[in-house]
C-alpha cells in the first residue's frame, strides 16, 4: 500500500509539472492578449508577461513581446486596462512595466518595430502623462522608481520620442524631492531612477533638446548637488561619462 501511495503521488506531481510546463509554453501573444480581455486574467496575464520578457531574447524561448505586438502593434487591450475613474498602484505598476518590457524592445533588438513604440509614447503622452506625473508623488518607492522607469523607456526610443517627452512633461519643483529619495541599504532606489530618466534625454535627445534639458535650472542642477557623494561608483561614472559625451560637445557647438 506504501508503495501505492508513493506511486500515486509521484504521478500527481509529474501532472502537476506537465501543466505548469504546458501553461508556460502555450504562453505566446494569443494567449496574452485574450487574457488582457478578460478582468479575471488581465493582472495574471501582465505578470506571467513580464516575466517571460524579463528572460528575453533567448533562443529557447518563445518571444511573447514580439509575438504580441506583431498582433497588437498599438497594445490597445494593455493601455484599457488603465480606464476607469480609480487606479490600484499595484496595477498600474504591472502595467506600465508591461509596457516598458516592449519599449526596451522596440528601443533594441526589436527596433524594426520602433513604430510600436511610438505609438505607445504618442497615446501616453496625449492620454496619461497626467496620471504618471501625479503617480510621481506617490508613498510607494517602488511604484515610482516604476513611473520613472517606464518614463525613461519612452525617451529611449530615439530623438523624436525624448523631444515629445520633454515638451509634455511638466519639470515643477516639487520633483526636486525625487533626487533626496535615497535608500538606506544602497538598493536601486526613486533617486537612481530619477537619475536614469534625466540621462535618458542627455542620450537619446538631439542638440535642441539637450540645450533645453541644460537651460532648466531645477532638474540636473538638483541630481548633481544632492546626494552625488552617497552614490553608487557605478552611477556617478555613469553621470559623468553621460555629461562628458552629451553635454561637452553640446556646449561646444553653441
Request: proline share 2%; glycine share 6%.
Given at each position: 500500500?506504501?508503495?501505492?501511495?508513493?506511486?500515486?503521488?509521484?504521478?500527481?506531481?509529474?501532472?502537476?509539472?506537465?501543466?505548469?510546463?504546458?501553461?508556460?509554453?502555450e504562453?505566446?501573444?494569443?494567449?496574452?492578449?485574450a487574457?488582457?480581455?478578460?478582468?479575471?486574467?488581465?493582472m495574471?496575464?501582465?505578470?506571467?508577461?513580464?516575466?517571460t520578457?524579463?528572460?528575453?531574447?533567448?533562443?529557447?524561448?518563445?518571444?511573447?513581446?514580439?509575438?504580441?505586438?506583431?498582433?497588437?502593434?498599438?497594445?490597445?487591450?494593455?493601455?484599457?486596462?488603465?480606464?476607469?475613474?480609480?487606479?490600484?498602484?499595484?496595477?498600474?505598476?504591472v502595467?506600465?512595466?508591461?509596457?516598458?518590457?516592449?519599449?526596451?524592445?522596440?528601443?533594441?533588438?526589436?527596433?524594426?518595430?520602433?513604430?510600436?513604440?511610438?505609438?505607445?509614447?504618442k497615446?501616453?503622452?496625449?492620454?496619461?502623462?497626467?496620471?504618471?506625473?501625479?503617480?510621481?508623488?506617490?508613498?510607494?518607492?517602488?511604484?515610482?522608481?516604476?513611473?520613472?522607469?517606464f518614463?525613461s523607456?519612452?525617451?529611449?526610443?530615439?530623438?523624436?520620442?525624448?523631444?515629445?517627452?520633454?515638451?509634455?512633461?511638466?519639470?515643477?519643483?516639487?520633483?526636486?524631492?525625487?533626487?533626496?529619495?535615497?535608500?538606506?541599504?544602497?538598493?536601486?532606489?526613486?533617486?537612481?531612477?530619477?537619475t536614469?530618466?534625466?540621462?535618458?534625454?542627455?542620450?537619446?535627445?538631439?542638440?535642441?533638446?539637450?540645450?533645453?534639458?541644460?537651460?532648466?535650472?531645477?532638474?540636473?542642477?538638483?541630481?548633481?548637488?544632492?546626494?552625488?557623494?552617497?552614490?553608487?561608483?557605478?552611477?556617478?561614472?555613469?553621470?559623468?561619462?553621460?555629461?562628458?559625451t552629451?553635454?561637452?560637445?553640446?556646449?561646444?557647438?553653441?
Amino acid at each position: 500500500m506504501g508503495k501505492k501511495r508513493s506511486s500515486e503521488v509521484d504521478e500527481s506531481k509529474t501532472h502537476v509539472k506537465k501543466v505548469k510546463v504546458s501553461e508556460t509554453a502555450e504562453f505566446n501573444g494569443t494567449v496574452f492578449k485574450a487574457m488582457l480581455k478578460e478582468p479575471t486574467k488581465a493582472m495574471k496575464g501582465l505578470d506571467t508577461f513580464i516575466t517571460t520578457a524579463k528572460k528575453l531574447p533567448c533562443p529557447d524561448l518563445y518571444d511573447v513581446v514580439e509575438g504580441y505586438i506583431k498582433i497588437s502593434m498599438e497594445c490597445s487591450e494593455i493601455f484599457k486596462l488603465l480606464e476607469g475613474d480609480k487606479q490600484m498602484e499595484s496595477e498600474m505598476l504591472v502595467i506600465f512595466q508591461s509596457l516598458e518590457m516592449i519599449l526596451l524592445r522596440t528601443a533594441s533588438d526589436l527596433s524594426h518595430f520602433s513604430m510600436v513604440g511610438s505609438t505607445i509614447v504618442k497615446k501616453v503622452v496625449s492620454s496619461y502623462m497626467k496620471l504618471i506625473q501625479t503617480s510621481l508623488h506617490s508613498e510607494n518607492h517602488r511604484f515610482v522608481r516604476q513611473c520613472l522607469s517606464f518614463l525613461s523607456a519612452m525617451v529611449s526610443q530615439g530623438a523624436d520620442t525624448a523631444r515629445e517627452v520633454f515638451s509634455h512633461f511638466h519639470f515643477t519643483k516639487g520633483l526636486s524631492a525625487l533626487a533626496k529619495r535615497k535608500d538606506k541599504m544602497g538598493k536601486p532606489d526613486v533617486r537612481m531612477a530619477y537619475t536614469q530618466f534625466a540621462l535618458s534625454f542627455l542620450v537619446s535627445g538631439d542638440n535642441a533638446t539637450i540645450g533645453q534639458l541644460l537651460e532648466m535650472k531645477d532638474f540636473l542642477p538638483d541630481i548633481l548637488s544632492s546626494g552625488l557623494k552617497e552614490d553608487r561608483i557605478s552611477t556617478v561614472n555613469l553621470i559623468l561619462s553621460t555629461l562628458q559625451t552629451k553635454v561637452g560637445p553640446n556646449l561646444l557647438s553653441q
